[in-house]
């Protein structure tokens, strides 16, 4: 009988796969699959990869990068910086149209009110975001005209322009507030309103589908590819199967087991990408227990780091040794990854304090346990993830540690840690922009409700160096600063850093044109298409 009902759901699939491809065929669309859903498509407040992704497809900025890496104007025409590198002016397009309202036939103009207010809401102190540290750089925003912005810098920064890449959201639709907190009534949440390529047209439930429509009025050319949909997907174990019998067409993050028989069918194209991240378990330093030094580098040895990589990636990646992106400028070549060594874990231990044990084995101290509480979102209970959370449990129960698994909704695991800071450990991934910024990560002044820095780590050196980082104008002296951080940080161990990914894209080889931006994906879409039957 079991094996009759798991073949109904095979078949079930086959049949819902095959609906699928039909619409991608017929309608000219891209349906593309991820592993859960996106928290909120306001750029503002927005720090998942999932929703990242969309609002890539969804919102304009005032430049971006194209694939060559030099820095283009989007919803800017031009722009001028000043000699003395405190003055950027911006001079924007003047035939750009936001999408149109729920109800309307034509979007209204886009002006530098979207701007000064975009940029006034996402640096109010009581905005939830994340973006505040990487901003701090720009001293105020002004107004010159309907077309003109001008923003005046803190200190000379010969890298501004391309920092101003954050996504601009309709004024119209903010007029009421001043600041953002993802709590409000506000139409954006359930109907985004941007000026990229493609606009929202609808989503019947949180997680149902995402279905974007192409913009024709896009000002920098309308997309080839008609119509995006995002398929979310509860269990990772299905999306490659999904691929495979013709339900989507892309699926942005191939698991590693998957690969070998994605590369086995010609219909598809696997293509590898770096996604400028790292993996990391993290330490909330307000338990005076995690505080520790000792402690906190007994974990890094007590993990055989190697050993969970070969076996749950299949080896498609590498160790990192500090916090920053590998490959990046910032990263220092010559910081070795803390070995495997439980021995080494066992002396931290000891020179802790933590030399007595229970009945059960747990590692003591007086009256207090080595007894930690580990939160973990529902969102990413795939396989793969609970190996590696089970792994590390066991690692840390041989030399004496006790890890509780807590799987959390999103929501309410985002709750936990950056706002109410009630957890001991987290399993989570930093993915980076272009500037491979770290301060709203260490710094000090990012401890706090809404902020990155959620585990309240706090060394002066570190918040000295990484405001040295922030206004330095030689490279050289940045990548000095940026490799002594990288040393201090992996000593002080605010992190267990584990490993970046080779991340896999695959896709149907009717899809062509592909160029996958890092962290955004889908920043040079317009020029994809889908080739038609032949």
Not at 14 to 37: P, Q, T
Not at 146 to 163: C, D, H, Q, V, Y
Not at 391 to 417: C, D, H, M
Request: net charge negative; charged share 25%.
């Amino acid at each position: 009988m079991k094996r009759m009902v798991r073949l109904l759901i095979v078949v079930g699939i086959i049949a819902i796969c095959s609906a699928g491809i039909a619409v991608a065929r017929d309608d000219n669309a891209l349906i593309y699959g991820e592993y859960g859903s996106p928290t909120r498509l306001v750029p503002i407040l927005a720090n998942d990869s999932i929703s990242i992704r969309l609002i890539e497809l969804i919102y304009g900025s005032l430049v971006f990068y194209d694939i060559g890496g030099e820095i283009k104007g989007d919803l800017a025409a031009s722009w001028l910086i000043s000699k003395d590198l405190r003055t950027v002016t911006f001079y924007l397009r003047e035939d750009v149209r936001w999408h149109p309202m729920p109800g309307e036939s034509d979007g209204r103009g886009f002006r530098a009110d979207d701007v000064v207010k975009t940029f006034e809401i996402m640096m109010h102190p009581k905005t939830v975001t994340s973006l505040q540290s990487r901003y701090g750089f720009i001293d105020s925003v002004m107004k010159v005209d309907s077309f003109t912005i001008e923003f005046t810098l803190k200190k000379p920064f010969l890298g501004a322009l391309g920092r101003f890449t954050f996504k601009i959201l309709p004024s119209f639709l903010l007029d009421e507030y001043s600041y953002l907190t993802g709590d409000e009534e506000l139409t954006l949440y359930k109907h985004p309103i941007g000026t990229g390529p493609y606009r929202f047209v609808s989503q019947k439930g949180p997680s149902s589908e995402i279905v974007l429509q192409a913009n024709d009025g896009y000002h920098l050319g309308t997309p080839s590819i008609r119509k995006v949909i995002m398929k979310p997907f509860a269990d990772q174990n299905i999306i490659t199967q999904t691929l495979l019998y013709g339900g989507i067409d892309l699926e942005v993050r191939v698991p590693p087991r998957d690969i070998g028989e994605i590369e086995g069918d010609s219909r598809f194209e696997l293509n590898p990408y770096s996604t400028l991240s790292y993996s990391f378990f993290g330490y909330n330093h307000r338990n005076p227990v995690l505080a520790i030094r000792e402690v906190r580098l007994a974990f890094a040895y007590a993990i055989n780091r190697q050993e969970m990589l070969d076996s749950f990636f299949e080896g498609k990646g590498q160790l990192i040794s500090g916090p920053v992106a590998p490959g990046s400028w910032a990263y220092n070549l010559d910081i070795e990854s803390i070995p495997y060594s439980p021995e080494e874990a066992n002396r931290m231990l000891d020179r802790a304090g933590f030399k007595d044990r229970t009945k059960d084995g747990i590692r003591r101290r007086g009256s207090y346990t080595l007894t930690f509480r580990m939160v973990v979102p529902i969102s990413k209970e795939s396989e793969t993830t609970k190996r590696v959370i089970l792994a590390f449990q066991n690692y840390l129960r041989q030399v004496g540690i006790e890890v509780e698994i807590e799987w959390l909704e999103w929501k309410s695991w985002t709750q936990a840690v950056f706002i109410d800071h009630e957890f001991d450990i987290i399993y989570a991934d930093w993915l980076f922009d272009d500037s491979f910024d770290i301060s709203s990560l260490f710094h000090s002044r990012e401890i706090g409700p809404g902020k990155n820095n959620f585990g309240s780590y706090r060394n002066p050196e570190v918040d000295a160096l990484l405001d040295e980082a922030a206004t330095t104008l030689d490279i050289e002296k940045k990548r000095t600063v940026y490799h002594r951080l990288h040393e201090i940080l992996a000593e002080d161990a605010p992190y267990t850093y584990l490993w970046t990914l080779t991340n896999y894209a695959a896709y149907n080889r009717r899809v062509r044109r592909i160029n996958i931006h890092p962290t955004r994906f889908f920043t040079y879409i317009k020029d994809w298409y889908i080739q038609g039957e032949d």
